[in-house]
């Protein structure tokens, strides 16, 4: 482990711990250990083993080592540690630990959050006087790489941790990162990156995709960290009470409502999951319908409701204020909710990494328990909760599979970097290429974007608005301002039908809503949503405008992508399950 010269401070992380009378792990030292021996890599670890504590204090101690003497008072101008997280609501939570450990060991550092959410008075704040540490989005952190002095922003990194690593691999956000980083890697050429993951099965192949696979990247020194720590998870499934009468299929669980609420009731909080946001306003309704004692003790959560309204909503999860909480995947990722006891999955998850993820919701903590009921909606799913528990024991999880060569989001970044201080091609070209996403872009693939960017390729090249970037001594950059902002206002990476907002007519927000539901409607018409029946007013431009009615009405909004197909690892286990029964052995069915 590490050696004598750094006793000082690793005595002070272990009192740190002492003090909350918590231990750390032996996975949680080794990080320590490789980040300040200059190591870059991936760390694998359940939910809940306090995966944020081991990747800070590698930083907090490679710090304390450099200024033994004063680290109280020594400080570095501008950002020291960059650290991505997927979902912003992720944000608050790391913010406020890292913040508390700094307080109590007297770092004079500040923790800050940038993202969508933040305000621009703090942002303007950042840009003048940046902390040192910085909790940032993908999105953000281009919109940041379009300032002018962005170079001059990161000057002083040291480190980059990418939160959550699983959700964002194989996904055009974490192409975004991979891109990010190969110019953050050129700015500091000692830069260390470590991606942190829960469960996933291809490790060693998510690491590449965060470092880069080019031979160049695999100079860096690079290592793959388990943590040999087994999450305690008990699944228990919740069964009809006569199996042959179960339909097959089309149902979304009500039928087991009854059964449902004494496990909600033992529970000082619950989480009830499904799988679209259409089943969430559904399962709300039934509860309060059937059940109208959790009235201000329950609440839905998910990624159409305004932001405001899931701030409340997971803040009074943090004060312990909520009993039950039915929510989408909005809840999957790493938010501490310390007080919630129970986790119910309401028909199949589709995937088995997803199932443990929202079991690590309940017992959040290292040494805790994880309990998970499983809820089928149909017959199926009976072998699926089998096949479930089969999976887990073998622990078949899925692979992320990276995405290779998505254009889009390699122009809308080459543009982003036009937006700010401009880039050089050949340079550029090069960094592109050292991204695992991008290691076999050719050259003619290149020269095309680069005419698509500067003058729209053969097919745009007659409308002006798409011949944004230009040639300026010798970088390429933007020069209009008015395509620089409409740019910087539109960077992104997710699709999706148009989205409608929903509003109060004297003010407030309550999410958004696709438009083919809306558009369906007449004034007059009443739907529910965000767990209030509401009466359509007028749709004017692109938001609805509503108001609170005691009118009743089974219309609820659907949204697109909301079928899921099984994951091959769950799809093999119930396969096996289902041929243990044809050959009479059937095994916990």
């Known amino acids: ?19 909350r009378n918590w231990t750390p792990f032996d996975f949680q030292k080794e990080i320590w250990e490789y980040y ?27 710090y304390i ?29 790391i913010e406020r630990a890292l913040q508390e450990s700094c307080d109590d060991l007297e770092i004079p550092w500040k923790v800050s959050t940038r993202t969508g959410d933040t305000s621009a008075s703090l942002k303007l704040k950042q840009m003048k006087n940046m902390y040192e540490v910085l909790i940032t989005t993908p999105e953000s952190l281009h919109l940041m790489l379009a300032q002018k002095d962005y170079s001059e922003l990161f000057k002083n990194l040291k480190a980059v941790v ?20 190969s110019r953050l890697k050129n700015l500091k050429k000692d830069l260390r990156i470590w991606g942190v993951s829960a469960t ?38 919740v069964l009809p009470d006569e ?18 609420i004494p496990i909600v009731r033992k529970s000082k909080s619950t989480l009830i999951f499904t799988n679209t946001r259409s089943q969430t306003e559904i399962w709300f309704q039934k509860i309060l319908e059937f059940y109208p004692e959790f009235a201000g003790q329950i609440a839905l959560h998910h990624g159409s409701i305004d932001r405001s309204i899931r701030d409340w909503v997971e803040s009074s999860l943090h004060k312990g204020n909520l009993k039950i909480v039915v929510c989408t995947s909005s809840l999957d990722l790493g938010v501490d909710f310390t007080p919630v006891e129970t986790v ?7 995937g088995v990494a997803r199932f443990l993820q929202r079991a690590g919701r309940s017992g959040h903590r290292p040494d805790a328990v994880s309990k998970i009921f499983f809820v089928p909606t149909h017959s199926l799913e009976l072998v699926e909760g089998a096949a479930l528990k089969e999976a887990m024991r073998t622990n078949k999880i899925e692979d992320r599979q990276p995405l290779i060569k998505p254009y889009d989001v390699l122009i809308q970044y080459l543009v982003t970097l036009a937006a700010g201080e401009g880039f050089n091609q050949k340079e550029i070209f090069e960094e592109v290429r050292s991204t695992f996403a991008y290691s076999t872009l050719r050259e003619d693939e290149w020269n095309w974007i680069m005419r ?89 431009e692109t938001t609805a405008y509503v108001k609170k009615t005691k009118k009743k009405s089974s219309r609820i909004p659907s949204w697109l992508g909301g079928r899921m197909p099984l994951s091959s690892q769950l799809s093999e286990m119930l396969r096996l399950k289902l041929n243990e029964a044809l050959e009479a052995n059937p095994k916990d069915i």
């Open 200 to 237: 996933i099965g291809n490790l060693g192949e998510a690491m590449d995709v965060l470092l880069g696979s080019r031979t160049e990247n695999k100079k860096v020194k690079r290592k793959i960290i388990l943590a040999k720590i087994e999450k305690k998870i008990e699944v228990e499934s």
């Open 452 to 540: 698509f960017i500067t003058s729209g390729g053969e097919t745009l090249k007659n409308y002006d608005e798409y011949s944004k970037v230009e040639l300026s001594d010798g970088l390429y950059k933007i020069t209009d301002k008015r395509k620089k902002m409409f740019h910087k206002m539109s960077i992104g990476t997710i699709v999706s039908d148009l989205s409608m907002n929903v509003k109060y007519l004297k003010g407030g927000s309550l999410g958004s809503i696709e438009e083919s539901f809306l558009t369906q409607l007449k004034p007059g018409d009443v739907f529910s949503f965000a767990g209030r029946s509401l009466e359509l007013l007028h749709i004017k």
């Open 162 to 181: 990418a939160d959550e690593w699983h959700e964002l691999l194989g996904s055009k956000r974490g192409v975004q990162v991979e891109l990010a980083l």
């Open 36 to 62: 300040t021996k200059g190591y870059s890599g991936l760390l694998n670890a359940p939910t809940g083993s306090g995966k944020t504590y081991a990747m800070w204090f590698g930083v907090v101690i490679d």
């Open 243 to 260: 199996v042959e009468k179960f339909p097959w299929a089309g149902y979304l669980g009500i039928k087991l409502l009854d059964k449902i």
């Open 344 to 350: 119910i999955q309401i028909g199949s998850p589709k």
């Open 1 to 19: 482990m590490l050696n004598n010269n750094n006793n000082f401070a690793i005595e002070l992380i272990l009192s740190w711990f002492s003090s």
């Open 65 to 93: 080592l450099k200024y033994p003497e004063d680290y109280k008072k020594k400080k570095e101008k501008g950002i020291q540690l960059l650290w991505i997280t997927p979902l912003k609501a992720l944000s608050k939570d």
